[in-house]
Each structure stands twice: as structure tokens, then as C-alpha cells.
């Protein structure tokens, strides 16, 4: 560690509350649990997964869903596999699909962005139930009537592995 960032690190320390610093420092540590956990689970590097838990996370504090929730939604997608490809055509980790209306977003970032915006739309006009089925089978079918139980019930159970 350089001296300027252990400079910056005692002054953090000393100008920063400690409930504000404890914070930081737990969410790092779950951060990296959830990382590795997901890396080990699925076979995916580690540097990969660090990056989509932490991407992750900013978005569902963004769009005010629980990581854990858009975590199973991945899972379940796409086996954190960022370079997935559906029968359908869908692309990526959060398995967009570009008859949606959703982009694919250019980079990783924007296309978690872009995928936990579409969820919680889809959150907001059915409920979570319906809102994550229709993630998975579009609007129409819920508007339907029709249902995905078990795939609603497949992301709840991986949705639980990766509760902090």
C-alpha cells in the first residue's frame, strides 16, 4: 500500500464515523463472500464474479430490490455466464432479450442496469410473484392469465443462497 493511500486511509478512519466506516467495511466483506460463493458455485472467475456482485448490488439499491432477488434472477438466467445466449436470443447475465424493448446495454454495467430497471417495472405493474414470472415469459402472458410457478420458485431458492 502506498503512503498516500494510508494516508488517506487513517484520515478516512479518523474524519468518518465508525458505524459509516463498520458499513463499508461489511459490505466489502459480503461483497466478496457473495463473490466467491458465486464463483465457486457456478465456475466463474472470481475477478468476474466481484464485478457483477458489486454492479448487482448498486442496482437493485438503485431500483429498491433486494440483491439477493436480482443475484437469483442470474442465477437462474444465465448461470452468471455474461456471454449467454438463449434458444430465444437472449443476451447476458440477466438474459435480455431484444424483442423486449430492453437494451442489452453495451457493457456489463449498463446491461445489469438495464436488466434490474426491467424487473422492477415488471415488479411495480404485477407484484413480485407475477413481476419475476413475467421477467422470465413477458407481460403479455401474465396479462394472460398464464403463470411460471416454477420458475418463480427456482430463482426464490437460489434467491436464498445468496441472503446476507
Known amino acids: ?59 437493485a439499491e438503485q431500483f429498491e430490490l433486494p440483491l439477493n432477488l436480482v443475484l437469483g434472477v442470474m442465477a437462474v438466467e444465465s448461470s452468471f455466464n455474461h456471454s449467454a445466449v438463449s434458444k430465444q436470443g437472449a443476451l447476458g447475465l440477466m438474459q435480455i432479450h431484444s424483442s423486449s424493448g430492453v437494451s442489452v446495454g453495451e457493457d456489463i454495467e449498463e446491461h445489469i442496469y438495464n436488466g434490474v430497471a426491467h424487473l422492477k417495472e415488471y415488479i411495480n405493474r404485477f407484484g413480485t410473484s407475477k413481476g419475476v414470472q413475467a421477467y422470465n415469459m413477458g407481460a403479455g402472458n401474465i396479462v394472460k392469465g398464464k403463470t411460471n410457478m416454477k420458475y418463480f420458485n427456482k430463482v426464490l431458492a437460489k434467491a436464498e443462497k445468496f441472503r446476507v
Open 1 to 59: 500500500m502506498t503512503n498516500l493511500l494510508k494516508s488517506l486511509l487513517i484520515i478516512t478512519t479518523l474524519v468518518t464515523p465508525t458505524s459509516v466506516f463498520n458499513h463499508s467495511l461489511e459490505t466489502h466483506t459480503e461483497v466478496s463472500k457473495l463473490a466467491l460463493n458465486i464463483s465457486q458455485t457456478y465456475k466463474v472467475h472470481y475477478a468476474d464474479t466481484l464485478v457483477i456482485v458489486k454492479v448487482a448490488k448498486q442496482a
